[in-house]
């Protein structure tokens, strides 16, 4: 099937999932299509096509996709699917924060090891990439503050927009993850909040 961000192609294993409890939610629309059949073929691009219009607002399921994909620790499949969405869909809050923490898991799963990471760190303390490396595997080993400090000097020195970007929503994935009552949360919203200021 040719492919829309906003579409994926439901199997028979996860039809009840993705469909039947979804229709709970909200509405879900299913369309079951062939290659040899003309109609199905005319009917498709019309569907793209408002599939994409209705960006984020007519995912087919796709966040539920991913979410499920990210709990059975397939982050790399997750962040595969989440590729897929248009810009305007990946900027929504709720497929954002999914995309942080996707990418985050992604990031420590394609590491190489710590002792590795922590070298070319104290060679270039301007090395950024694995300076996120070392905040994605500071949060898979649950050291949540070594994990925003990282991404907060990220932040705070970077001059790459979509680098500061990609921290800014890291760090907001770590703050969904502790819960807002998390001290930590807290103390670094703060300092969020002060560099914001003073931007």
């Avoid at 949060?139 to 927009?161: F, P, T």
């Avoid at 502790?178 to 807290?186: A, D, T």
Wanted: hydrophobic share 45%.
């Amino acid at each position: 099937m040719s492919r829309s961000g906003h579409i994926y192609d439901i199997t028979p294993e996860d039809f009840n999932a993705m469909v039947l409890e979804n229709s709970f939610k909200g509405l879900v629309l299913v369309y079951f299509w062939s290659h040899n059949v003309g109609p199905c073929m005319k009917l498709l691009p019309n569907l793209i096509r408002l599939a994409d219009e209705f960006s984020g607002r007519f995912l087919l399921n796709l966040l539920d996709r991913a979410k499920k994909l990210l709990l059975q620790g397939q982050a790399i499949n997750a962040a595969a699917l989440l590729d897929s969405l248009s810009r305007e869909a990946l900027e929504t809050p709720e497929i954002g924060l999914v995309k942080a923490h996707v990418d985050l898991i992604r990031a420590a799963q394609l590491s190489p090891e710590r002792q590795v990471i922590v070298k070319r760190i104290a060679d270039d303390p301007r090395d950024f990439q694995s300076i996120y490396q070392l905040a994605a595997l500071n949060l898979v080993s649950d050291d949540y503050e070594s994990a925003c400090k990282s991404l907060m000097s990220i932040r705070n020195q970077s001059r790459d927009s979509s680098l500061v970007d990609q921290a800014t929503r890291s760090i907001i994935a770590v703050f969904a993850l502790l819960g807002e009552s998390h001290p930590l949360v807290g103390r670094f919203s703060d300092i969020l909040n002060q560099s914001d200021s003073t931007d």
